[in-house]
Nanobody, 117 residues
Framework: QVQLVESGGGLVQAGGSLRLSCAASGRTFSFNAMGWFRQAPGKEREFVAAIDYSGGKPDYADSVKGRFTISRDNPKNTVYLQMNSLKPEDTAVYYC??????????WGHGTQVTVSS
């Protein structure tokens, strides 16, 4: 059973930064692509960023390009999302996800990020 546990969310002013972490259980972490999604109140869940199993080929939603950076530390079974220049529209619950064979098969419970104007 795989567990994904997010941390690092909180309240920050617009223009500030936060770093989210996702700790994954299981011995196959380094074999899987990982990603982040978010869901704002009243909106559908949306893709934020993804990274392949080796830490390469980062992919970002247009709305976060140039502001967010996804990375991973395979020996620590952890994936990160560095969020800079935060905007109020970045307010959402952020979810860590694991990708297997093109499908996102495991999700964390999420961490709240609130950006005040």
């Amino acid at each position: 059973q795989v567990q994904l546990v997010e941390s690092g969310g909180g309240l920050v002013q617009a223009g500030g930064s936060l770093r989210l972490s996702c700790a994954a259980s299981g011995r196959t972490f380094s074999f899987n692509a990982m990603g982040w999604f978010r869901q704002a109140p009243g909106k559908e869940r949306e893709f934020v960023a993804a990274i392949d199993y080796s830490g390469g080929k980062p992919d970002y939603a247009d709305s976060v390009k140039g502001r967010f950076t996804i990375s991973r530390d395979n020996p620590k079974n952890t994936v990160y999302l560095q969020m800079n220049s935060l905007k109020p529209e970045d307010t959402a619950v952020y979810y860590c996800v694991r990708k297997t064979g093109g499908q996102y098969d495991y999700w964390g419970h999420g961490t709240q990020v609130t950006v005040s104007s």
